[in-house]
């Protein structure tokens, strides 16, 4: 078992090794998409199955791998965590619309969609909403570590005020976070390492990767271990109120800083 799911991940890893960013296309009626820009950005320049269906974890992986330098075991969590949205994740495949479930890889706060709680729809792309997520990069050609963190929080405290079903358990805290860093160390200037503004911008209005304008594959590779530190240092530059208890709604127990979880609070005081 073991032979063969190496062999199937080898397989397809040879086919994702030839990137063309030359045939991207913009979703076409009747294709799913999903809440995640990344993963809507592999489906238009058709890296994964435009149609956004029939995604496996084998043909996932190595995409994830050519495109974002993911190490293989962070592109292997990030598959099997989609395959399991799926209705029967026993058959192998999911879909871009699967990742669509309120409160999986979708949550409210997002940076870039509107809470689900307001139009069953976190699909969309809502100018109006990353035009608040933006507004904290003006004048900003690169973006910085704390000013994505702050960003980032700031959606959670309008999404806290304005969403009486406002849900921010371990779970989408945890997302959250992860989702930050992934467009913050995967967008970045081959030149300078570091994260333009308007190269964010493109990847979230268009859902395309920004090639034509200087982009490439990152150098570093990102695995699990340095995910969790880049999440703690964002934490640590977060002045968040973290509940001990489930978090729902806007009147929920809170206490200082994620970074509590670790016994790190005073570091952030």
């Not at 304005?162 to 200037?189: A, C, L």
Request: hydrophobic letters at 35%.
């Amino acid at each position: 078992m073991r032979f063969s799911l190496v062999s199937t991940l080898a397989l397809a890893g040879s086919a994702a090794a030839v990137l063309d960013f030359s045939k991207w296309k913009t979703r076409q009626p009747g294709e799913f998409r999903a809440p995640c820009p990344a993963m809507n950005s592999l489906a238009n320049h058709g890296f994964i199955q435009r149609d956004g269906r029939n995604i496996t974890v084998a043909s996932l992986v190595p995409v994830l791998q050519e495109v974002f330098h993911l190490s293989n075991e962070l592109a292997t969590i990030i598959s099997t965590l989609g395959l399991f949205t799926a209705p029967d994740p026993t058959k192998g495949v999911f879909t871009l619309d699967d990742l669509n479930r309120h409160n999986l890889f979708e949550h409210d706060a997002s940076l870039s969609r509107e809470d689900y709680y307001y139009n069953k729809d976190a699909v969309t792309f809502r100018p109006e909403v990353f035009k608040k997520f933006m507004s904290h990069f003006k004048d900003m050609e690169y973006v910085t570590l704390q000013a994505a963190a702050d960003a980032r929080y700031a959606m959670v405290k309008d999404s806290r005020k304005r969403n009486p079903t406002f849900t921010y358990d371990t779970q989408q805290r945890i997302t959250s976070y992860g989702e930050t860093i992934k467009y913050f160390r995967t967008i970045v200037d081959p030149n300078t390492q570091q994260c333009p503004v308007a190269w964010v911008k493109i990847l979230f209005e268009q859902e395309r990767l920004p090639y034509n304008e200087g982009w490439r594959p990152p150098k570093t590779e990102i695995s699990g271990f340095s995910m969790a530190s880049d999440v703690l240092e964002l934490s640590l530059r977060t002045p968040e109120n973290i509940s001990d208890k489930p978090c729902k709604g806007k009147n929920c127990p809170e206490r200082r800083g994620i970074h509590g979880y670790f016994g790190l609070s005073d570091l952030a005081q």
